[in-house]
């Protein structure tokens, strides 16, 4: 079973920057979509942004213009890249991993961020 696994979460202020990062734990010859959910606490779980395997990215309204998806399928790795964050931004974030035809769908247990003053 393959394991992703997330860092760079933690406490930031408001207008601040953080970049997380997910990488598998064993390699992956396609990977379709990888993408950023975020849960804040009483809140479904929501997309953040995904990027497929061509490097086309897609954002939530929220993240539009602040956040920034990348990924290097050698490493099998997606990044965020975070900016002027807001409280808003507050929650668990989790990375996901998914082939189009059901195939695989594997997600990271979960990094907190805080945007707190």
């Known amino acids: 079973q393959v394991q992703l696994v997330e860092s760079g979460g933690g406490l930031v202020q408001p207008g601040g920057s953080l970049t997380l990062s997910c990488t598998a734990s064993?390699?992956?010859?396609?990977?379709?979509?990888m993408g950023w959910w975020r849960q804040g606490a009483g809140k479904q779980r929501e997309l953040v942004a995904r990027?497929?395997?061509?490097?086309?990215?897609r954002y939530a309204d929220s993240a539009k213009g602040r956040f920034t998806i990348s990924r290097d399928n050698a490493k099998n790795t997606v990044s965020l890249q975070m900016s002027n964050m807001k409280a808003g931004d507050t929650g668990v974030y989790h990375c996901?991993?998914?082939?189009?035809?059901?195939?695989?769908?594997?997600w990271g247990r979960g990094t907190q961020i805080t945007v707190s003053s």
């Open positions: 064993a390699i992956i010859a396609t990977i379709d979509e």
């Open positions: 996901n991993f998914a082939q189009w035809n059901g195939e695989f769908d594997y």
């Open positions: 990027i497929s395997s061509d490097g086309d990215p």
